[in-house]
Structures are given as structure tokens and as C-alpha cells.
């Protein structure tokens, strides 16, 4: 089965496609599934950090856009569908056993760079040593060019709160980060 | 404002041109606030680079895609249109008209149509045998009433009938005598009997007393002082009720006095003749009307339709582009998308990119047919309320012969309402759209009902 390449589409058409959506076309699905797979695979791998996961979550969030469609309320579909991406990593990331998430935390970055992992790893690595709710804005501002009402929004606080976590984030990442930034960039 | 709130303001670009120019100047003043932007900035660029850097896996992206379509085809409209609520609307007008013709003649005793006029000869020589029958006793006390007994043209309730009776009646019988002289002789034989107990006391169309007692209108008590036409005529209606029952079904006089009306609803558990398809459902629902024609036998019209439902594999092609291909939404399959769908189109030959994508469907189909059948049917009363009945049905729907056989209990906890229960086989020809030629196709199965029985005893 082939699929044509993955298409960018300008707002007029994401929004019919979101107005189509809720009446059961499969059409408006394509195209909505196309414009926004990405961002939400991107979204579930960092937020999770373990490519299967990423995998479930992102087919399990595809499933739940279909089977909720009749319940998306308003325009803004991307914020709808990141709600239910990130719900549904935070379920994933609950029922994952305890002693994976102590295995995982307890790994330190100079150890972990020591071993040579490309820098992917690293920064992956770098972002799950966050907590969740501090990793879930970053991800959201920095990887998916939310802006701060959207990120509000996905996450349910308040604006001045998101910036907070936002903020919080990049210091504690530039902490993890900084030697092996600085590192990359002399390199290159 | 701290370095660090200038840092992510920039990175957000939401520095105003104030503090933009406050954050140059700092940056180019402090070398610490330098290198801290400067590490800042490298964690930016390399969060952008790593989001850069992920993609998602072709296999995951299609394999995603197809099982989410996969479930819009499942989900949305693949099973066709049901009639069910139709054909049932369809099956419930038509015993309703039926039903409604029928008690209405019966039960109304004044109003006969006009397409029953053709009756109206010998109901109103009927009637005027009735009015010449009657026995009195001549030593009663109702000889006064007598002188005010109205005269057959003008006494009967039913206004419309007697009109056209007395029109007959002149035209048959110039010489009948005027009402007047009808009355006058009442009262000179009456006046004349003594010793008499019976006797009939006139007789204006000459017509024998043989005539008079094969239709059984005799008169078992003194006629009442008042309603005397009425009471004439509810006693003794079971004439006219026969007359009207053969206005509606000339081809059996029925002498009934109780009306069933019932509807079925039946679900095959046995198939036969379906072997070829993945058949599903085999179900009916009709309604019939039944009349007593002897102490334990009825005879009515029944009708219905019988429901097939099967499986029927397809495939189905779902355009992806809306900009290349036709613009066809999956989501209003009709029959002839569903065949259309049986081809796989492409974009062209050696397209590279194909505007269609095609999946394997399950179709449930459905096929309604409309029957309608005499039926006959014996029942036995066991206990006061329960009854055995076996019903033979013989009629056609739109396809070809029908006839079915039915076995069921009627039980009635409230008079007049019956809940039935039983089994039934039925057999019909029948043309299915997989079946190029048509078949016979039968089943057995449960039956249950409810019916309703009028009385009109």
C-alpha cells in the first residue's frame, strides 16, 4: 500500500479539514493526520523517551482523534490533539513499571557521555531527567513552537504558569546541557 | 529585569525595543551575561536541531493511517441504508387501511358505500322482509303501538340506506302500497284478531312466509314501546353484518362475529437455500386480519415482509489526494460507489504517486421483500385463556410465490389481547442481487405477536 508524501496545508485548508472532521470524513482525516504526525510522534518520543512507546502513544492518540472526533469543540485542532497526545503518554508513562523509571533517572549524563551515545541520546536523556510537567512545556515551546496560550491550553494552567515551567526548563536543561553544547558547537 | 528574563524573552522574541536595546548594550558590557546568552542560545539550537532531526518511521506513518481509515470505513456507513422502519411503516399502513375498511363496514350500522350499492337490491328486500315478518302477540299489550309503527320507508336509523332502499323498492314495486294504507291495514287486523297468539299482519309485497322463515326473522318478544326500529334491527343484525362481510369478500359469505387482528414478528433459526453467501439474518414482521368463520377455524389476509441480511466482501478505493483525484468522500458508500470501488484506480499509468489507496471491506447487505397471503387457520381453546393454533398461509411477494405454515400458542391474560408464541416455517422464491436467478428460500423459526380480538356478539 502506498501513501503519497506527507503534505503541509495552508490554515484554510486544516480548517475545513477540522469542520469535515467532525462529520466523518475520512478525506479531512488524511488531511489532518498528514499536517500534524509529525509534531505528535516528535512530541510522544521526547515526552517519553523510548521510541516504542512514542509509537503506541502516537497510534494510540490517532485512534482517540477518530474515535472522539465528534466531540472536538472550537478551532484550534492542534491544541485538541496535543491534549490527547500528551494524556496519553501521561498513561503510558503511569502504567510503565517503577524500577524502568528508577533505571532510567538514575543515569547520569557524564556517564552516559562518557559511553559515547550520539547526541540525540543525549539530549533525549537531557530532557527526561525533567519532571514531566517541566518537560512537557519545554517540549511544547521548544520542539513544537507552541506559543504560551496554546501551551496553557494543552497542559490546562494558567498562562503565567506556563511561562514559569517554560522557563524553569531551559535553566535546568542549560544545567544538564551546557558542557556538551559547548563541546558540540567548538566541534563544528 | 535579570539576565535570565531578558535571555527568555529573546528566545521567545518577546523583548520590547526598550529592553532590546537594554540587552545589547548589557551583552556587549558584561562578558559573564555574554557567555551565559551564549551557552543559552547553543541548548536552543541544539533542542532545534534534535527536533530537526526526528522523523517519523514510514512504516508507522502508513500502518497508523490505514488502521484509523480502516475504522472510519468500519464504523461510518459501509452497512447499507436500513428499511427496516420503513418497510415495517409500510406493512403497518397497509393492515391499518385494511383493517380499518373492514371494521367500519361492520361495525358502523348506517353508512354503506357506494361501491356497495350493487348489495343494496337484496339487503333492502331483506329488510322488507324483515318488516313483514314480524309475529306479534295479538293478545299483548302493545297493540297501541302498533297504530305508530313507523312504515318500512321512513322508520330505519340508517338514513342513507333506507333512502336508497325506497328508491329500489318503487322502482321493483310500483304497486306497493302507500304508507298510509300499510299503516290502516296493521291496525284493521290487529283490531280483527281475538284468539290468535301469532300472526302476521301484513305483508305489502306479497312475499311468501317460506321466504320469511328462511331468513329466521322472527320476533321472540313483544315489540318494545319505544326503538322499536332499533331494537328491530340490533337484535336481529347478524343479516346485515353477513351482507356487508360479503360486500368486502364476495367469495365467502362469512357468518363471523369476532375480528383478530394480529402482528408477527419472526427470526429464522434454521436456513435452507442460503448456503451460497454469508448469510446473517433471516427475519420477518407482518400483520394480519383474521375473521371467525366457524367455532374454531379463522380466515383472513396476512401481510408482511421477510428481511435477508448478508455479508458480502468488497473492496473499497479511498482517493487521498483532494487536489489530483476526484473529490469522493468514503463516507456515503451507496451501491453504485461500492461497485465502483471494486476497480483500484491510480493517478495514471506510472504515476508515481498514487492518488488512491484501496482496503478490504466486510459490506452488509440487506434485501426486503414484501408479501401479502390469504391464510387459514384452526385453533383450540385448552384452558380458558390459552389456545392452540396452526395457520397455512398461501400468497406471493414481489419476486414469486409465498406460503408459509405457523404453529403458535395465543394466551390471553386480558380479554380481548392475546400474546402469541410460537414457531413457523416459510418458504418463498426469492431474487438476490448475488443470485443471478432466483431461488427458493426457506426457514424455520420463533415467532411472537400480539393480537387483538373484537367481539361483536
Same mark, same amino acid.
Given at each position: 500500500?502506498?501513501?503519497?508524501?506527507?503534505?503541509?496545508?495552508?490554515?484554510?485548508?486544516?480548517?475545513?479539514?477540522?469542520?469535515?472532521?467532525?462529520?466523518?470524513?475520512?478525506?479531512?482525516?488524511?488531511?489532518?493526520?498528514?499536517?500534524?504526525?509529525?509534531?505528535?510522534?516528535?512530541?510522544?518520543?521526547?515526552?517519553?523517551?523510548?521510541?516504542?512507546?512514542?509509537?503506541?502513544?502516537?497510534?494510540?492518540?490517532?485512534?482517540?482523534?477518530?474515535?472522539?472526533?465528534?466531540?472536538?469543540?472550537?478551532?484550534?485542532?492542534?491544541?485538541?490533539?496535543?491534549?490527547?497526545?500528551?494524556?496519553?503518554?501521561?498513561?503510558?508513562?503511569?502504567?510503565?513499571?517503577?524500577?524502568?523509571?528508577?533505571?532510567?533517572?538514575?543515569?547520569?549524563?557524564?556517564?552516559?557521555?562518557?559511553?559515547?551515545?550520539?547526541?540525540?541520546?543525549?539530549?533525549?536523556?537531557?530532557?527526561?531527567?525533567?519532571?514531566?510537567?517541566?518537560?512537557?512545556?519545554?517540549?511544547?515551546?521548544?520542539?513544537?513552537?507552541?506559543?504560551?496560550?496554546?501551551?496553557?491550553?494543552?497542559?490546562?494552567?494558567?498562562?503565567?504558569?506556563?511561562?514559569?515551567?517554560?522557563?524553569?526548563?531551559?535553566?535546568?536543561?542549560?544545567?544538564?546541557?551546557?558542557?556538551?553544547?559547548?563541546?558540540?558547537?567548538?566541534?563544528? | 529585569?535579570?539576565?535570565?528574563?531578558?535571555?527568555?524573552?529573546?528566545?521567545?522574541?518577546?523583548?520590547?525595543?526598550?529592553?532590546?536595546?537594554?540587552?545589547?548594550?548589557?551583552?556587549?558590557?558584561?562578558?559573564?551575561?555574554?557567555?551565559?546568552?551564549?551557552?543559552?542560545?547553543?541548548?536552543?539550537?541544539?533542542?532545534?536541531?534534535?527536533?530537526?532531526?526526528?522523523?517519523?518511521?514510514?512504516?508507522?506513518?502508513?500502518?497508523?493511517?490505514?488502521?484509523?481509515?480502516?475504522?472510519?470505513?468500519?464504523?461510518?456507513?459501509?452497512?447499507?441504508?436500513?428499511?427496516?422502519?420503513?418497510?415495517?411503516?409500510?406493512?403497518?399502513?397497509?393492515?391499518?387501511?385494511?383493517?380499518?375498511?373492514?371494521?367500519?363496514?361492520?361495525?358502523?350500522?348506517?353508512?354503506?358505500?357506494?361501491?356497495?350499492?350493487?348489495?343494496?337490491?337484496?339487503?333492502?328486500?331483506?329488510?322488507?322482509?324483515?318488516?313483514?315478518?314480524?309475529?306479534?302477540?295479538?293478545?299483548?299489550?302493545?297493540?297501541?303501538?302498533?297504530?305508530?309503527?313507523?312504515?318500512?320507508?321512513?322508520?330505519?336509523?340508517?338514513?342513507?340506506?333506507?333512502?336508497?332502499?325506497?328508491?329500489?323498492?318503487?322502482?321493483?314495486?310500483?304497486?306497493?302500497?302507500?304508507?298510509?294504507?300499510? %299503516?290502516?291495514?296493521?291496525?284493521?287486523?290487529?283490531?280483527?284478531?281475538?284468539?290468535?297468539?301469532?300472526?302476521?299482519?301484513?305483508?305489502?309485497?306479497?312475499?311468501?312466509?317460506?321466504? %320469511?322463515?328462511?331468513?329466521?326473522?322472527?320476533?321472540?318478544?313483544?315489540?318494545?314501546?319505544?326503538?322499536?326500529?332499533?331494537?328491530?334491527?340490533?337484535?336481529?343484525?347478524?343479516?346485515?353484518?353477513?351482507?356487508?362481510?360479503?360486500?368486502?369478500?364476495?367469495?365467502?359469505?362469512?357468518?363471523?362475529?369476532?375480528?383478530?387482528?394480529?402482528?408477527?414478528?419472526?427470526?429464522?433459526?434454521?436456513?435452507?437455500?442460503?448456503?451460497?453467501?454469508?448469510?446473517?439474518?433471516?427475519?420477518?414482521?407482518?400483520?394480519?386480519?383474521?375473521?371467525?368463520?366457524?367455532?374454531?377455524?379463522?380466515?383472513?389476509?396476512?401481510?408482511?415482509?421477510?428481511?435477508?441480511?448478508?455479508?458480502?466482501?468488497?473492496?473499497?478505493?479511498?482517493?487521498?489526494?483532494?487536489?489530483?483525484?476526484?473529490?469522493?468522500?468514503?463516507?456515503?458508500?451507496?451501491?453504485?460507489?461500492?461497485?465502483?470501488?471494486?476497480?483500484?484506480?491510480?493517478?495514471?499509468?506510472?504515476?508515481?504517486?498514487?492518488?488512491?489507496?484501496?482496503?478490504?471491506?466486510?459490506?452488509?447487505?440487506?434485501?426486503?421483500?414484501?408479501?401479502?397471503?390469504?391464510?387459514?387457520?384452526?385453533?383450540?381453546?385448552?384452558?380458558?385463556?390459552?389456545?392452540?393454533?396452526?395457520?397455512?398461509?398461501?400468497?406471493?411477494?414481489?419476486?414469486?410465490?409465498?406460503?408459509?405454515?405457523?404453529?403458535?400458542?395465543?394466551?390471553?391474560?386480558?380479554?380481548?389481547?392475546?400474546?402469541?408464541?410460537?414457531?413457523?416455517?416459510?418458504?418463498?422464491?426469492?431474487?438476490?442481487?448475488?443470485?443471478?436467478?432466483?431461488?427458493?428460500?426457506?426457514?424455520?423459526?420463533?415467532?411472537?405477536?400480539?393480537?387483538?380480538?373484537?367481539?361483536?356478539?
Amino acid at each position: 500500500m502506498k501513501f503519497s508524501e506527507g503534505r503541509k496545508y495552508d490554515d484554510e485548508k486544516i480548517a475545513q479539514a477540522t469542520l469535515e472532521l467532525r462529520r466523518g470524513s475520512a478525506e479531512a482525516f488524511h488531511i489532518l493526520y498528514n499536517h500534524y504526525n509529525q509534531k505528535v510522534y516528535r512530541f510522544c518520543l521526547r515526552l517519553l523517551g523510548d521510541k516504542e512507546k512514542a509509537e503506541d502513544a502516537f497510534q494510540e492518540t490517532f485512534m482517540k482523534v477518530f474515535e472522539n472526533r465528534m466531540n472536538f469543540r472550537g478551532n484550534n485542532f492542534a491544541a485538541w490533539l496535543f491534549t490527547i497526545a500528551r494524556h496519553t503518554c501521561l498513561n503510558l508513562i503511569r502504567t510503565a513499571k517503577p524500577f524502568q523509571d528508577i533505571e532510567t533517572n538514575s543515569l547520569s549524563l557524564s556517564y552516559v557521555y562518557k559511553e559515547d551515545i550520539g547526541l540525540r541520546d543525549f539530549v533525549q536523556r537531557a530532557i527526561m531527567q525533567l519532571p514531566i510537567s517541566l518537560r512537557e512545556a519545554l517540549i511544547l515551546r521548544e520542539y513544537e513552537d507552541c506559543n504560551y496560550e496554546e501551551i496553557a491550553k494543552i497542559l490546562g494552567i494558567s498562562l503565567s504558569l506556563a511561562k514559569v515551567r517554560v522557563h524553569r526548563a531551559r535553566l535546568l536543561l542549560k544545567k544538564l546541557l551546557e558542557p556538551i553544547a559547548k563541546e558540540y558547537y567548538e566541534s563544528r | 529585569m535579570s539576565l535570565d528574563k531578558y535571555i527568555n524573552d529573546y528566545l521567545d522574541g518577546n523583548l520590547t525595543p526598550e529592553d532590546d536595546k537594554r540587552f545589547r548594550d548589557l551583552m556587549s558590557s558584561d562578558f559573564s551575561a555574554k557567555e551565559e546568552f551564549a551557552s543559552m542560545l547553543s541548548i536552543h539550537s541544539l533542542l532545534k536541531s534534535d527536533a530537526e532531526s526526528i522523523s517519523l518511521p514510514k512504516e508507522l506513518e502508513e500502518k497508523v493511517e490505514e488502521r484509523v481509515l480502516a475504522n472510519f470505513l468500519q464504523v461510518v456507513p459501509v452497512v447499507e441504508h436500513r428499511r427496516m422502519v420503513r418497510s415495517r411503516a409500510i406493512v403497518s399502513v397497509l393492515a391499518t387501511i385494511f383493517f380499518i375498511f373492514f371494521v367500519l363496514n361492520v361495525i358502523d350500522d348506517g353508512t354503506v358505500t357506494k361501491s356497495n350499492i350493487i348489495f343494496l337490491s337484496e339487503l333492502n328486500k331483506q329488510e322488507q322482509m324483515l318488516w313483514n315478518s314480524y309475529r306479534i302477540d295479538a293478545n299483548s299489550d302493545h297493540r297501541d303501538n302498533f297504530a305508530s309503527l313507523p312504515s318500512p320507508s321512513d322508520a330505519p336509523r340508517r338514513k342513507n340506506r333506507s333512502s336508497t332502499v325506497v328508491a329500489v323498492n318503487q322502482q321493483q314495486s310500483p304497486e306497493v302500497p302507500q304508507t298510509n294504507t300499510v %299503516v290502516s291495514a296493521e291496525e284493521q287486523t290487529i283490531n280483527n284478531t281475538t284468539n290468535e297468539t301469532t300472526k302476521v299482519v301484513s305483508n305489502p309485497l306479497n312475499i311468501l312466509s317460506s321466504d %320469511v322463515l328462511d331468513f329466521d326473522y322472527e320476533l321472540r318478544n313483544p315489540l318494545p314501546k319505544t326503538n322499536l326500529t332499533n331494537e328491530l334491527r340490533f337484535n336481529k343484525w347478524a343479516v346485515p353484518f353477513s351482507n356487508q362481510i360479503a360486500l368486502a369478500v364476495p367469495m365467502f359469505e362469512l357468518q363471523s362475529d369476532e375480528l383478530l387482528v394480529s402482528a408477527f414478528s419472526s427470526n429464522a433459526i434454521v436456513k435452507f437455500g442460503m448456503q451460497d453467501v454469508q448469510m446473517k439474518g433471516f427475519g420477518s414482521f407482518s400483520q394480519s386480519i383474521g375473521y371467525k368463520i366457524s367455532e374454531y377455524e379463522r380466515f383472513g389476509l396476512e401481510f408482511g415482509y421477510s428481511e435477508f441480511s448478508w455479508n458480502e466482501n468488497s473492496v473499497i478505493v479511498v482517493p487521498l489526494s483532494t487536489v489530483e483525484a476526484p473529490r469522493r468522500t468514503i463516507t456515503t458508500i451507496k451501491n453504485s460507489d461500492v461497485k465502483w470501488s471494486n476497480q483500484i484506480l491510480t493517478n495514471g499509468e506510472g504515476s508515481a504517486e498514487p492518488a488512491y489507496v484501496q482496503f478490504p471491506i466486510q459490506l452488509q447487505r440487506e434485501r426486503q421483500l414484501y408479501w401479502g397471503s390469504l391464510f387459514y387457520e384452526y385453533y383450540y381453546p385448552v384452558e380458558r385463556y390459552v389456545s392452540f393454533a396452526g395457520r397455512l398461509n398461501l400468497g406471493a411477494t414481489n419476486d414469486g410465490p409465498f406460503g408459509a405454515v405457523r404453529l403458535y400458542s395465543e394466551i390471553e391474560p386480558i380479554r380481548g389481547i392475546a400474546l402469541n408464541v410460537g414457531i413457523e416455517s416459510r418458504t418463498l422464491w426469492a431474487r438476490m442481487p448475488y443470485y443471478k436467478k432466483g431461488a427458493f428460500k426457506s426457514s424455520i423459526g420463533l415467532i411472537y405477536g400480539l393480537s387483538l380480538k373484537f367481539n361483536f356478539e
